[in-house]
T-cell receptor, first 114, second 112 residues
């Protein structure tokens, strides 16, 4: 059974803290994604990666960075957390090959920045 | 740029009622279209997809037909169940890299 796991389901951090969100997939997928989900806005792409050490900005990369040192792991980093980064963060993975391929999602991390 | 518009929710239905959730899109070229579902406390999972005009995607009693002439991909189910209560997202993948563009989601609430 395919699986994407995220390090935490719930996280509370203070403004200014450095925050790491971890995502691991066990499907040997080349592509990995980070989204944030907000009510009324749907899912918005933050960053994606199509190979180890490769990364591309999505639609809302400001205030975030990513790291992909191993194929199965994709980390999202909030360098200095702010209250407007309070959100649900979803990680996904997919095989390489274009837009027809299914993305597999993790359960999400609900981050609250106080 | 590419975009997806879907009806606002929540959609509230009684069990066994007919369901339609509207989705229209704007895209260049020939996108692939998807419906994803998010059950409470879970991540999204693919419900169905269609990759070219007039294709019909179907799964678990849900159907959607890729209509290029009306740029639509409406989700339908003939008889909903309480277990169908979830948030439904319409999405498209344009040509090129595998980025998905999502609609804002429609919450479905089914009562017994």
């Amino acid at each position: 059974d395919v699986k994407v796991t995220q390090s935490s389901r719930y996280l509370v951090k203070r403004t200014g803290e450095k925050v790491f969100l971890e995502c691991v997939q066990d499907m040997d997928h080349e592509n990995m994604f980070w989204y944030r989900q907000d009510p009324g806005l749907g899912l918005r792409l933050i960053y994606f990666s199509y190979d180890v050490k490769m990364k591309e900005k999505g639609d809302i990369p400001e205030g975030y960075s990513v790291s992909r040192e191993k194929k199965e792991r994709f980390s999202l980093i909030l360098e200095s957390a702010s209250t407007n980064q309070t959100s649900m963060y979803l990680c996904a993975s997919a095989i390489r090959g274009g837009g027809r391929n299914e993305q597999y999602f993790g359960p999400g991390t609900r981050l609250t920045v106080t | 740029g590419d975009s997806v518009t879907q009806m606002e929710g929540p959609v509230t239905l009684s069990e066994e009622a007919f369901l339609t959730i509207n989705c229209t899109y704007t895209a260049t070229g020939y996108p692939s279209l998807f419906w994803y579902v998010q059950y409470p406390g879970e991540g999204l999972q693919l419900l169905l997809k269609a990759t070219k005009a007039d294709d019909k995607g179907s799964n678990k009693g849900f159907e959607a037909t890729y209509r290029k002439e009306t740029t639509s991909f409406h989700l339908e189910k003939g008889s909903v169940q309480v277990s169908d209560s979830a948030v439904y997202f319409c999405a498209l993948a344009g040509t090129g890299f595998q980025k998905l563009v999502f609609g804002t989601g429609t919450r479905l609430l089914v009562s017994p």
